[in-house]
């Protein structure tokens, strides 16, 4: 049976974040139910398809897939497990808001239901800040959701956090963490602020003070040693597990293993082609099938995709398994102190990860030829 994972989009937020890019709709509340019938069956529709297919993880993002409500999302898992051959141990992931994780008996519904991993958008302990970027929670609603995941029998928890927010300072940054760990997830996610093109932050940039690029990378590094000191081992550029709790849905993106998106604005990779869908929600719910984007990638094309997705990883590449130009800078990246050669595989190190963009860049072009 071939692996596969899926991934099921929710659009639904309560408000839009001021550096969201993703596919999300506020005040669209009205067409939840709508599109819970739209998601079954979408997932019906690949039913024949993934006969040959053993779903070992499943992830609910968005948007806020906490903000569908505990009904319909059981419903939708319900769905996934009619729809799909569902492995034993499974991981079933939902993404939540704090503010919508208050319930301890919806919280329970779902864990009932199958799901095994929450993943907490707390983004900072700071009201201030959180304020600041738009997010309508408060950390009390961040430690009330943690304590009642707990309760609800959830084992397997992930908080989120981003570092260089308006006005933040180094001190501000290492009394989040501080906050963090004292509500000791199983996994943390540390994202550095990126002002994306048509978010309402790029368009109001001008009135924050951001931290330059400096002092992110000081943020970093900073979470780097302290998330290790406190038994966090780092297995990617951004996130950090207790032994044996990394993501096993995000890890097959990295690992070029098949999976399937549902959902208006979510991508897929299986059987040998790459499409995702328009974001487009009126579109789905017509039931139209419209795409964003197509391609079959070439076996020169996933060669060169495989090594630049190990090198986000702390597993790294194999070095046997680059052309010799491509060594040659990974020879030259650890003389700097950027990456190491270990056990007979290069990985980059946490300096090396800050400039991996150019790093990789340098790397394509050398497999190019």
């Not at 690949?46 to 409500?69: H, K, N, Q």
């Not at 799909?84 to 008996?105: F, K, M």
């Not at 239901?113 to 738009?134: K, P, V, Y």
Request: charged content about 20%.
């Amino acid at each position: 049976m071939r692996s596969l994972g899926l991934y099921i989009h929710i659009p639904f937020c309560k408000a839009k974040c001021i550096y969201c890019d993703f596919y999300s709709l506020p005040r669209a509340e009205g067409q939840m139910d709508a599109y819970v019938s739209a998601l079954t069956a979408q997932l019906a529709a690949w039913r024949e398809r993934t006969a040959d297919c053993t779903v070992d993880t499943v992830y609910f993002g968005g948007g806020t897939p906490s903000y569908l409500g505990p009904d319909r999302l059981c419903r939708l898992l319900d769905a996934v497990f009619q729809s799909c051959r569902v492995a034993p141990g499974a991981e079933i992931t939902l993404e939540a808001n704090p503010d919508s994780a208050q319930d301890i008996s919806a919280l329970r519904q779902l864990h009932d239901a199958g799901f095994d991993r929450l993943s907490l958008g707390m983004q900072s302990a700071d009201d201030a800040e959180l304020r600041r970027i738009g997010r309508v929670h408060t950390h009390a609603q961040t430690v009330r959701a943690v304590e009642n995941a707990r309760a609800a029998g959830f084992d397997n928890l992930s908080l989120d956090l981003i570092y260089g927010l308006p006005g933040q300072t180094m001190t501000r940054w290492q009394a989040n963490l501080d906050a963090a760990l004292a509500l000791a997830p199983e996994h943390l996610s540390c994202y550095g602020l990126k002002v994306e093109e048509g978010t309402p932050l790029s368009a109001r940039h001008e009135r924050f003070t951001l931290p330059d690029d400096d002092a992110q990378a000081d943020m970093y590094l900073y979470a780097v040693d302290f998330l290790a000191q406190h038994g966090y081992e780092q297995y990617e550029i951004s996130n950090f597990c207790r032994s044996g709790r990394e993501s096993r849905h995000n890890s097959r993106y990295w690992a070029l293993s098949e999976y399937l998106g549902f959902g208006p604005g979510a991508h897929s990779d299986f059987g040998g082609e790459r499409f995702a869908l328009a974001r487009d929600l009126d579109a789905y719910l017509a039931g139209h099938t419209v795409y964003s984007e197509r391609s079959a990638p070439s076996a020169r094309e996933r060669e060169t995709e495989r090594v630049m997705l190990a090198l986000r990883t702390t597993r790294g590449v194999a070095a046997h398994t680059l052309p010799e130009a491509a060594r040659r800078i990974l020879r030259n990246c650890e003389a700097h102190g950027l990456a190491h050669l270990s056990g007979g595989f290069y990985t980059l190190t946490p300096r090396g990860f800050l400039v991996s963009n150019a790093i990789l860049v340098d790397l394509l072009e050398t497999m190019e030829l």
